[in-house]
């Protein structure tokens, strides 16, 4: 799996993703504190969450078509250095009269975001072939574990010994050198569209816009891989985001704890994540990806019904870091899958409609989770969450195919009025 470090193209890619990720984090743990102390309002503090996932919900499968017209490279270049620009406007917040400047920051940034995060999951197959896509992934994810590591700690560090403005400028920069990486990067040319994709790439205006949509949504709908994986992904994407809603009234009314607790907690689960990550890069081989995917999910449910009936055992600590580890798995082998299911011009479009999906789930997951546990008790909804993880696992074990299907990359073609001739996927 390290060997892929030795490759310069993706190394580089790897490393301006390892320094970017941690100054997100590092705003992450800083911007909420920071809202709250101008404020003192959680209902202000929520709503920067909920400002920064609305571009998701409504841009994301957009941005993907543009992400499979643009250059990609170029792409990733210019929403880095947009990124730059968006982050330093929070300099200039000072007092609760700048507010509304945090949550246009937060919507800017979200919004460039959709552009970037499809083409850098559309441009890793590129970079290291069909082989080397689970290693490549295991890499990024254990990237992701490390980084919310020293993300995390380093941003409360920044915040309380230099200010709010330190944490700024560090994003700031992180995006500047990850922008800097990306550029020193020599992508592999795409493999030429087949004729029938030709009309989607080359007609311009609103309608060459829609008709590259709809034929990445057609193509979600007659791969049976997609499909499935999206269906499995979107009841997953509702059992996580009640958990996360969850998780502080799970330390502090089951578990009896505060915040030195939730980030202990958070710590074991991230040394978990960076202990999957190796283990799927260097094993993951030998086994489908479906079966990953699928035991990855059972087991993270079974860890939150466990916690749910010893929150106070000794083995919270060491299921959490299980939790992990099991999230790790099923988040690699399922980009995995989903990036060998579809050819290369429409793997923009497969990971802004994956976007969107999981905005809408983590919405939905929200709401659910905030409204039920006030009528129906904190302790069913945890096991509602759990049992929808367990809920996902099975689907993926009966639903995913045990073996890669070749990519389609034929669309359905285009007709007018309500038919929509949709051809078999198998």
Known sequence: MLKLLRQRNFSLLWFGQFISIIGDWVLFIALPFYTYSL??????????????????????SVAGVFVDRWDRKRTMIVADLLRVLIVLMLVMVRSRDWLWLIYVSSFLESIVSQFFNPAKSAVIPLMVGEKDLLAANSLNGLSDALTRLLGSALGGVLMSALGFSSVVLLDAGSFLISALMILLIIIPARPAAVPAELHASVTGGFLGVWRDLVDGLRLVKRNRLLLMLFIVLGVAFLGDSMITVLIVPLVKVLMGGGSQLLGWLMMTQGVGGLLGGLLIGQFGKRF??????AIGLVVTGMVILAIIVIPHSVFVLPLMALAGLAASAWLISSETLLQLGASDQFRGRIFGTLGTTSALASLVGMLLAGSLADLVG????????????????????????????????????IESGLSTGQASAD
């Open 39 to 60: 404020t003192g309002s959680v209902l202000a503090t929520g709503a920067m969450f909920i400002v920064s996932t609305l571009p998701r919900l409504v841009l994301g």
């Open 288 to 293: 489908a990806p479906r079966r990953i995917s």
């Open 378 to 413: 904190l302790v069913l909804v945890l096991c509602i969450s759990g049992s929808l993880y367990i809920i996902s696992g099975v689907l993926a074990w009966i639903m995913l195919p045990n073996t890669q299907q070749p990519p389609i990359d034929q669309p359905a073609p």
